[in-house]
Nanobody, 116 residues
Framework: QVQLRESGGGWVQAGGSLRLSCTASGNTNSINAIGWYRQAPGKQRELVAAISNGGTTNYADSVKGRFTISRDNAKNTLYLQMDSLKPEDTAVYYC??????????WGQGTQVTVSS
């Protein structure tokens, strides 16, 4: 079982930057891929960015060129650098880890609010 804890959310004006962190603990060797999802009020949860154990990254079209996902395996930590933030990026951001047989673990989420 994997436990995930996010940090780094907050309030920022449009055009600003934030960096989210997600620290994994537990059976981290079982993680195949790890990433960030977000959920805005009244909307479905959506993939923002993900990174595989081999380093392959995947981004939602809406964040390409503005967000960067990275990981520090020595620290079991995942990052999401968010630049040029827009009001439509406002959401709760969740860390997600995918394990064997499609299993998924979720963090508790961190709020990101971007004001115009």
């Amino acid at each position: 079982q994997v436990q995930l804890r996010e940090s780094g959310g907050g309030w920022v004006q449009a055009g600003g930057s934030l960096r989210l962190s997600c620290t994994a603990s537990g059976n981290t060797n079982s993680i195949n891929a790890i990433g960030w999802y977000r959920q805005a009020p009244g909307k479905q949860r959506e993939l923002v960015a993900a990174i595989s154990n081999g380093g392959t990254t995947n981004y939602a079209d809406s964040v390409k060129g503005r967000f960067t996902i990275s990981r520090d395996n020595a620290k079991n930590t995942l990052y999401l650098q968010m630049d040029s933030l827009k009001p439509e990026d406002t959401a709760v951001y969740y860390c997600n880890a995918e394990g064997p047989r499609g299993s998924r673990s979720w963090g508790q989420g961190t709020q990101v609010t971007v004001s115009s």
